[in-house]
């Protein structure tokens, strides 16, 4: 299985869950939460999961908001013709804030890898990460996928 998603920086509240903030609480994901990495892990193991690997990708992800937002911006009219002024206000300012917070290290982008433990010995995999790396890895992988 491969987790990817947003983790808090700081470390989940006294009753266990994080919270983005209270304009992401009204607007964007009402009642949702942001876990930190250590609970996401925490809560794979419960299921017999075992992590090969964890990537953090928060220094990629405020890149990528900030593009999001400057094409948000430059398509401004389109935007607000499909969803709406108050719509788009909402998306332009949680992405911008965003950018910000990962910036700023309050939030991070986790990939986790993880296998199901299916025994009590090793589970199969590579032993070294330079798979990861080879141009064609993919397409070896999962040679059922077809073309890709």
Partial sequence: VMN???????????????????????????????PHLWRLVWEMAGQDLEI???EN??????QTLIHWVQRLEARKAEAIAM?????????AIYMAGC?????RNWSALHQVLAIKQTREA???RPWE???QYQEDSFRRAAPDWGDL
């Fill in 99 to 103: 950018a910000y917070a990962f910036w």
């Fill in 4 to 34: 990817h998603g947003i983790t808090a920086g700081q470390q989940d509240d006294e009753d266990g869950h994080h919270s983005g903030s209270d304009f992401m609480d009204k607007y964007v994901f009402p009642d949702g939460e942001i």
């Fill in 129 to 131: 990460r330079r798979y």
């Fill in 122 to 124: 090793l589970t199969p």
């Fill in 57 to 62: 990708l928060r220094p990629h992800y405020a």
């Fill in 83 to 91: 969803i709406g002024d108050k719509r788009y206000r909402i998306w």
């Fill in 52 to 54: 090969l690997d964890v």
